[in-house]
């Protein structure tokens, strides 16, 4: 397992370079990301990674984004750690992370279950509740 402290201190680097619009900044993503990947960092790293978009609900990763496209490739394993975080903290990309599953065909029910629950939620921000039953309606109609 690779040394903790690089994923931390890159995830620091990616927090920090979250501006005033609340957009993080895509080449420090990008680079952090590969720093990341470079030492060696595999599935040990999605749970951190879900707890920066904890920490900033409402913030802006990218679409999907480096850190996205990175936990994405643990197919299998990432979405158990997810669903956890969603019901903790459910956040702007972990919500839409949560589509991605269901249009992969990977646990839908249950991930269309977690969005029902967060967009009814009264602790949840309300841009990520109104996200959360855009995806439910969209999922319904497809």
């Known amino acids: 397992m690779a040394d903790m402290e690089i994923l931390e201190e890159m995830i620091a680097k990616i927090e920090a ?9 895509t080449s420090v993503i990008y680079d952090s990301i590969d720093a990341i990947t470079n030492a060696g960092y595999q599935s040990e790293a999605i749970e951190p990674l879900l707890q920066l978009f904890e920490r900033h609900p409402l913030a802006y990763f990218g679409d999907p984004g480096g850190i996205v496209h990175f936990i994405e490739q643990f197919s299998g394993e990432y979405e158990n750690f997810l669903a ?40 949840v921000a309300k841009d990520i509740k ?6 439910v309606d969209f999922q319904a109609n497809r």
């Open 130 to 135: 109104e996200r959360a039953q855009e995806f």
């Open 84 to 123: 956890e975080s969603v019901k903790r903290t459910p956040a702007s990309t972990t919500v839409w992370m949560l589509n991605r599953c269901i249009n992969a065909g990977e646990r839908a029910e249950e991930f269309m279950g977690l969005l029902q629950e967060i967009a009814g939620r009264t602790d």
């Open 17 to 25: 370079s979250i501006d005033e619009y609340d957009e993080a900044d």
